[in-house]
């Protein structure tokens, strides 16, 4: 049953998210009808709302006053730079409505997101189509991301390299980690041509824009540039197979003798698909590279590290 209702406390959680609950408690414990009031809740829910977002752990009361657990103001306020809810947001305009289509996709085979009416378009091309959406995405990834993107600024082996290329770099978060966490390197944040004005803010609000920069290019079709080390974060995981091999032999054939690539994403255990280590291994040599391993990052994220 928990599973089963489980939408019940996913959709609290995503419409409080929504509203800003947490950010408008970030200053400290508001009294109900104040907080509600702010909130624009109606009286009939307001109270079930605020006490369910209680009993789930995300929000204290004592009185009449609620206010923010540690875990939720540090992640969950919006004006914070541990905030995770773009992710959040995403999941709450997007997918929550396509999930409601996986019968679908699980008897058609099909996607049910943006490019449900037209499967030859990109998923990018459909999502990318309106600007908020696209603001939205990119920021969801920065959340998602961030973690495991601090860890590959301090886990990687930078010191003995000097460029870099993050591929599909979305608003830039892994570019803009390994800029600061390595001030000798200079790095490159190549993705599709409408990313570029939300990557080159993000890299001038992280005051790195004197060594990262944006390329705008399709990773298929546009020349890579050449530099010491690649990384791929949460790209493979969106291709076919021979889409997926074709990027590593691409980038394999662009890196500088001695490059690395880094491919990161939510690796499965060695005896799934879509993808294990091993089988990201396995590319890797198919393309060439003399050495790979899998590294633990942070959660259900691992990377791949390939030498050419
Ligand atoms: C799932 S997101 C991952 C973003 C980021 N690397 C991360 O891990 O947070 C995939 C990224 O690939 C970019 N992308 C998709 N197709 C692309 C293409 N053909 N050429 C370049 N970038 C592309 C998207 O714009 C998006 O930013």
Not at 94 to 121: C, M, S
Not at 262 to 271: A, F, P, Q
Request: aromatic letters at 10%; charged letters at 20%.
């Amino acid at each position: 049953m928990q599973v089963g209702m489980g939408f019940w406390a996913s959709k609290t959680l995503l419409s409080a998210v929504e509203m800003g609950v947490f950010t408008e408690l970030a200053d400290g414990p508001r009294e109900f009808s104040e907080l509600s009031g702010r909130l624009g809740l109606h009286p009939r829910s307001a109270r079930d709302f605020l006490d369910a977002l209680v009993a789930l752990g995300f929000l204290h009361r004592s009185e009449n006053a609620y206010r923010n657990t540690p875990d939720t103001d540090l992640f969950l306020d919006r004006n914070k730079p541990g905030y995770l809810g773009g992710m959040l947001e995403m999941a709450n305009a997007r997918l929550f409505g396509f999930w409601n289509h996986l019968t679908e996709g699980l008897r058609t085979g099909q996607p049910q997101n943006e490019a449900k009416n037209d499967a030859a378009v990109s998923p990018f091309t459909a999502l990318y189509a309106d600007p908020a959406r696209l603001k939205g995405f990119l920021k969801a990834m920065s959340g998602i991301s961030h973690g495991a993107n601090l860890a590959i600024a301090r886990k990687a082996p930078w010191g003995k390299y000097q460029t870099y290329a993050d591929l599909g770099a979305a608003q830039g978060d892994l570019a803009v980690q390994i800029a600061l966490a390595n001030p000798h390197l200079r790095g490159i944040g190549l993705d599709l041509p409408e990313v570029g004005p939300i990557f080159e803010e993000y890299a001038a609000k992280n005051g790195v824009s004197d060594r990262v920069r944006f390329q705008p290019g399709n990773f298929f079709d546009d020349p890579l540039p050449a530099v010491d080390v690649f990384t791929m974060g949460h790209i493979l995981h969106d291709w076919n197979l021979e889409q997926k091999k074709m990027l590593i032999a691409k980038a394999f054939g662009t890196l500088n003798r001695g490059g690395t690539l880094v491919v990161y994403d939510s690796l499965i255990d060695d005896d799934g698909f879509d993808y294990t280590g091993a089988d990201c291994i396995g590319w890797m040599k198919e393309a060439g590279f003399r050495e790979a391993h899998v590294e633990h990052l942070i959660g259900p994220d691992s990377m791949v590290v390939g030498i050419k």
